[in-house]
């Protein structure tokens, strides 16, 4: 059964940086597109950043281009997403997700990324004073 966790969420103080994590079970991660999404209270989901399966080749959503990094372990089957310099607007449930297609490129197109099978339950990332 694949399992997606993630952690590392909490609260932040504007300006300030949290690293969220998304550890694999059941599958293995290395190879396999991953992505991170995020989803405010009465707002739709949207992909933030992507790491692909072929390369390891990211991708970020333009409200995030320069702040946040995603990286991956394969050591530890894990996905980080790094965000820096945290924005009230960056608060929202952030979600992993990754594509079950060996080697797959990222796809982003209309805000959000594209054939991803298995889903994590989020982590809650506050940003606030």
């Known amino acids: 059964q694949v399992q997606l966790v993630e952690s590392g969420g909490g609260l932040v103080q504007p300006g300030g940086s949290v690293r969220v994590s998304c550890v694999a079970s059941g599958f293995t991660l290395e190879h396999y597109a991953v992505a991170w999404f995020r989803q405010a209270p009465g707002k739709e989901r949207v992909g933030v950043s992507c790491?692909?399966?072929?390369?390891?080749?990211?991708h970020y959503a333009d409200s995030v281009q320069g702040r946040f990094i995603i990286s991956r372990n394969n050591a530890k089957n894990t996905v980080y997403l790094q965000m820096n310099n945290l924005e009230p607007e960056d608060s929202a449930v952030y979600y992993c997700a990754t594509s079950s297609s060996w080697g797959e490129a990222c796809t982003y197109y209309t805000g959000t990324y594209y054939s991803m099978d298995y889903w994590g339950k989020g982590t809650l990332v506050t940003v606030s004073s």
């Open positions: 790491i692909s399966g072929s390369d390891s080749s990211t």
